[in-house]
């Protein structure tokens, strides 16, 4: 009823609360409002200061039922006021605009609710419209330009206006340092040199590293960034599914803080794009004053992968190295590739201050050889020595080492430990002067195979090796080396006579020892050296003279010399003295006076360890049982027994030594007797003994008949003790 009177008399409708709307909205639903009562609530809504939701509704569906441009004015006049800007509210802006209804900031409206598509071509009103500046805000302003740059080629009417228009734009917006998909697109488009200022140069260089994120989890409130050249991350909000963000270095890693404060990384789905082209070296940069710690890293890290080497790569490291926050591991990166760049690359006359910059408690030992290398060349030897004691040499250059070393041991030949272990090290690559070779004789200890190598080259440099060949003597003679290095060094040693007679008689006693227990050939200066010893009457051990003896049993050629047979009958005699016989002195029968003690016994003998308890176990001829004793150890290891043996007569033996150790058995006939210089009781028996054998009984006769004389003058003449 109420809906009939107001079309029949719609100036009766004067507010629009609750009710009108209720009455109206019914009519609407079932089609029964009429037109001149449609425009007559157009009018009265129109009317009020801002309109509710319920009034904006009753508009569209009015406007929609009428198509009346009235209408349609009221209608965008409140959806300004109340702001919207939906995606629903666009169809009416853009009617409006089409139908060209002039309302206040409708084209900053249709522009906020539009559809934000580059491609779609929008009307000629509303670009002539935004040729003037407006109040329209720089995210709808921004995709209008890349509207119109995307779209030039169909507004070649209006673009021309547009261009300067948007290159100004551009140019405030990197100012601003703004960035969105629409911006995106125009950078591209606009940058160039003459928009890279003082005040842009900072934001486009940031550009070239600029990427698109978008995470997929909608509890994502920010983004972290961690570089692992710097100790602490940075953090970016995230206010929206995306947003742009600078990634300066391929290896850092991207984590997320959510909505519950966690930090989450693989659990966050998102998607990672590139936005502008790789950067390269960013030298068009750098005459501006960008203070960019990123940059700087990114510059660093670029200069090195593409081996660019020139004196402003040398400031770019060393302006990282100051950044404040750096890590101890990037640090240490940055000091190896200074070290580098000094290694190949700077010449300057002097490296005292480079030095200062360098971090070198923090280096590796490749790096520490290179630095040390680099100031060895310098001349800063002090510097070099404190690095050497840091990090050790072993990765120094052998030249560099060497031309160090000689300078240390010309300021300086003190024994120390560093020259010591340097020397060697320098020496094994055949690396050596006097001064090196004369410090190396002084102090080098090391194998006998070394030693003796120093010795060599020592001698080549005509450097004095008495020292060193003390060392070597006793090194050798001490791990029981039996080489003719060894006799070489001594043969030098001994006839240079400035020696000590203690290694002297060391060297006789060795090698007698070798000769005589182990039978190995001696050095023939060992018996020159007993010969002298003996002359000058400097004691030697009697093994000396017993090695000597044994050699002249074997050289009797040598006893007709009258000084070698003095001294030889000498030492027999005083040998035999001491109740040391042994089996060689048989040989001497015929050359020296062979002692009674010594004269016709067979002597066997054992050679081992003096601490030793050796048992003989003999039989002669035909016994069966074995006699047993115990035998006497004379000297250095030489176990002796005698036993008297006539013409014939065979002897079975075995020694038993340690825990019951049984030694082969050996055989020893008496078959040497001789009838030359015989005059013992000894030699008659023996020659009775073969006259015997051969059936000589005229000759055994009157060898009976004298054996049987002398043996009766004998107890005649002497009494018995």
Request: net charge negative.
């Amino acid at each position: 009823e109420a809906l009939n009177i107001y079309n029949e008399q719609p100036d009766l409708l004067r507010v629009m609360n609750r009710f009108e709307v209720q009455v109206i909205s019914e009519g609407i639903k079932y089609g029964i409002i009429s037109k001149r009562l449609a425009e007559q609530t157009a009018v009265v809504i129109g009317n009020e200061r801002s309109a509710t939701g319920s009034h904006i509704e009753l508009l569209k569906r009015l406007y929609e039922q009428f198509d009346e441009d009235s209408m349609l004015e009221v209608l965008i006049v409140h959806m300004i006021r109340a702001g919207i800007t939906d995606k629903d509210s666009f169809v009416y802006y853009e009617k409006a605009v089409l139908r060209g209804i002039r309302i206040t900031r409708l084209y900053e409206f249709y522009m906020a609710s539009i559809r934000k598509d580059i491609s779609i071509r929008l009307p000629k009103i509303v670009l002539m419209y935004f040729t003037y500046d407006s109040g329209v805000n720089y995210t709808w302003k921004s995709y209008l330009f890349a509207n119109i740059v995307y779209n030039k080629e169909q507004y070649k009417d209006v673009y021309e206006s547009y261009e300067h228009i948007i290159e100004l734009y551009v140019y405030e917006q990197l100012k601003q340092e703004r960035i969105d998909e629409y911006l995106v697109y125009l950078y591209r488009e606009f940058i160039k040199p003459q928009l890279v200022k003082e005040d842009t140069a900072a934001f486009i260089a940031r550009l070239k590293f600029m990427y698109h994120i978008t995470c997929f989890d909608g509890d994502v409130k920010a983004i972290i960034v961690k570089y692992g050249e710097l100790k602490e991350p940075v953090i970016y909000e995230l206010t929206g599914k995306d947003t742009y963000i600078p990634v300066y270095t391929k290896d850092c890693s991207i984590a997320f803080i959510c909505e519950d404060g966690c930090r989450r990384r693989n659990t966050v789905g998102y998607e990672l794009e590139k936005v502008f082209d790789e950067p390269e070296d960013m030298s068009d940069y750098d005459r501006f004053n960008i203070d960019d710690k990123y940059m700087l890293i990114y510059k660093a890290s670029y200069y090195r992968r593409k081996r660019i080497y020139k004196i402003y790569t040398l400031d770019i490291y060393k302006k990282a190295l100051k950044i404040q926050d750096i890590s101890e591991e990037y640090k240490k990166k940055l000091n190896s590739w200074m070290i580098e760049f000094y290694a190949d690359y700077y010449n300057a006359e002097s490296f005292t201050e480079e030095y200062k910059v360098i971090d070198t408690y923090n280096l590796s030992i490749k790096d520490s050889a290179g630095l040390i290398e680099i100031l060895l060349d310098y001349g800063m030897y002090y510097e070099a020595r404190q690095l050497i004691d840091h990090y050790g040499y072993m990765y120094v250059s052998a030249p560099k080492l060497f031309m160090f070393m000689v300078h240390e041991l010309e300021a300086s030949g003190n024994t120390e430990e560093y020259k010591n272990i340097i020397t060697e090290h320098i020496f094994k690559n055949h690396l050596y002067n006097e001064i090196v070779l004369a410090y190396m004789v002084h102090n080098f200890n090391g194998t006998s195979s070394d030693m003796y190598a120093v010795w060599k080259a020592a001698k080549s440099f005509s450097v004095k090796t008495d020292e060193l060949s003390e060392r070597i003597i006793s090194q050798m003679m001490f791990t029981g080396a039996y080489s003719g290095r060894l006799a070489e060094v001594f043969g030098d040693y001994y006839k240079n006579r400035a020696g000590s007679n203690t290694i002297v008689k060391a060297y006789a006693a060795y090698n007698s020892f070798n000769y005589v227990i182990r039978k190995r050939k001696a050095d023939p200066m060992t018996f020159n050296v007993i010969e002298n010893a003996y002359r000058d009457k400097i004691g030697l051990p009697l093994l000396c003279y017993v090695a000597w003896l044994k050699d002249i049993s074997d050289n009797t050629d040598r006893l007709k010399k009258s000084d070698i047979n003095n001294m030889a009958q000498s030492i027999l005699t005083e040998m035999c003295e001491k109740e040391l016989v042994y089996d060689f002195y048989k040989k001497f029968k015929g050359f020296l006076n062979i002692p009674y003690n010594a004269y016709g016994v067979t002597v066997i003998e054992y050679y081992g360890m003096p601490d030793r308890k050796v048992e003989l176990h003999y039989r002669v001829n035909d016994e069966r049982k074995y006699e047993t004793a115990v035998m006497k150890c004379d000297a250095c290891g030489i176990f002796t027994h005698r036993l008297i043996m006539f013409y014939d007569d065979k002897v079975t033996y075995y020694f038993t030594y340690g825990d019951n150790e049984k030694s082969q058995e050996y055989n020893l006939l008496c078959d040497d007797v001789s009838s030359e210089d015989a005059g013992g009781r000894f030699d008659a028996i023996n020659d009775c003994l073969v006259s015997e054998e051969l059936h000589d009984m005229v000759t055994l006769k009157k060898l009976m008949n004298s054996y049987l004389t002398e043996d009766y003058i004998t107890d005649e003449l002497f009494e018995k003790m």
